[in-house]
């Protein structure tokens, strides 16, 4: 008998014919564990109040009404909503919306980047950059930000002007350094850029007062976008719902590739509820600055280098082993980021209790002698 007709064991990836490219690749993600502090993927740590989860319930009921219907294909209602909610004139048709700003960001590389085509980036950013580009099949580049993770400007442009990427993707605040990048450097690369730019805020409501949004720009340089999301200040990661802000042309792209349909009626439905309540959702925003701050002063008085942050969450280090901080940590029920370059950690600003839990593990740990034991550099300066 033939062995290979009768051979009934499942298949493993190695038996199918996947995409070279995606061989020995695994799903993106972050561990998600069932721990008391959950500081490790920049999630608003409070949950919505009552009356907005009322006010949902009824959206959700009345949407399911009609759910043997597809969804307004277009979101017209929502992306109103949105525009009204980041305010400088924005109408929906410059608004595009979709499940996270992951996904948005995926339509942009789907509309201008591609085979032949090249994104850069300015590193250490966001890991799921790559991913995109690898998944559209787009070449990727990036320019090294400076040692205080801003980006050097000079160097940006010429790189810009040499390399000419179809696509720039600048996060600002950067994930996963918290550092905002100024408006002058963000319309020098708009200047050079012979593609389209994207300035990633999502973490743009925990900026310090200030800090000025590229929604400024948009009327300047029409291959300009600004992605924000609901996921981090909104406190509606669950909800899944990220959005763009461009010229109507640039959205009229991302209409092209999108997925017929692809925001589900109960994803419209709750995220206008949610923008209803905006000042309520947003509520806390204030405190996690606060804490972020306290957090990040307090890094420094135990000797370890911070980087500054605009954003929710703190980088700090360096650590000959970081991953023995890490699970030291984890064992003590705080879940922070192993993530950025070698020796750092990323902490999320919690709640007061998360954060008193953090720097009550971070303690033990510094006063380990073989865990505590840190690179011997000189603090970032600026
Ligand atoms: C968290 C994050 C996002 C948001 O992702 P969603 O898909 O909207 O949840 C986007 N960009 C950066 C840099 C992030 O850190």
């Given amino acids: 008998m033939n062995a290979e007709v009768t051979n009934s064991a499942p298949a493993t990836l190695d038996d199918l014919p996947l995409r070279p490219e995606l061989i020995g690749e695994q799903p ?9 502090h959950l500081l490790n993927v920049n999630e608003n740590p409070y949950p919505p109040g009552a009356g907005i989860i009322a006010d949902a319930q009824r959206a959700v009921a009345a949407a399911m009404g009609s759910m043997n219907r597809y969804p307004e294909r277009d979101a017209r209602a929502l992306r109103g909503d949105l525009a009204a909610y980041l305010g400088h004139g924005l ?7 979709a499940n996270g700003s992951n996904e948005v960001m995926l339509h942009v590389m789907q509309a201008f980047g591609g085979p032949g085509r090249t994104a850069l980036s300015f590193a250490p950013s966001y890991s799921m950059y790559p991913e995109y580009a690898r998944d559209s099949h787009t070449a990727w580049t990036t320019v090294d930000r400076r040692d205080d993770f801003t980006i050097d400007v000079d160097q940006a442009t010429a790189a810009i002007s040499e390399q000419r990427p179809d696509v720039v993707l600048i996060a600002s605040p950067n994930n996963p350094t918290g550092t905002a990048t100024d408006l002058a450097t963000v319309a020098e690369i708009c200047r050079v850029a012979p593609g389209v730019v994207v300035v990633d805020e999502a973490y743009h409501e925990f900026a310090r007062p200030g800090t000025a949004s590229a929604l400024e720009l948009l009327d300047q340089f029409p291959r300009l976008a600004v992605s924000r999301t609901m996921s981090k200040a909104f406190a509606f990661a669950g909800g899944r719902l990220g959005y763009l802000a461009a010229s109507p042309a640039f959205v009229d792209a991302l209409r092209i590739v999108r997925l017929p349909y692809h925001l589900s009626a109960v994803t419209q439905a709750v995220a206008r509820v949610a923008l209803a309540h905006a000042d309520e959702m947003l509520g806390q925003v204030a405190s996690l600055r606060r804490e972020r701050d306290a957090v990040a ?3 420094v008085d135990h000797g370890l280098q911070v980087a500054e942050s605009d954003a929710n969450f703190v980088l700090f280090g360096r650590f000959a082993d970081r991953h023995a901080v890490w699970q030291h940590l984890l064992d003590r029920g705080v879940l922070i980021r192993e993530v950025g370059p070698e020796g750092w950690l ?3 600003a919690g709640t007061p209790d998360d954060m008193a839990a953090f720097r009550h593990a971070l303690t033990e740990a510094l006063a380990d002698p073989t865990m505590g034991r840190r690179y011997d550099t000189t603090r970032l300066e600026k």
Avoid: E, M, N
């Fill in 28 to 36: 993106y993600g972050a561990p998600q564990l069932d721990v008391p």
């Fill in 91 to 97: 109408t929906a048709d410059q608004v595009w919306a």
């Fill in 297 to 299: 002063a307090w890094l």
């Fill in 346 to 348: 990323r902490v999320s």
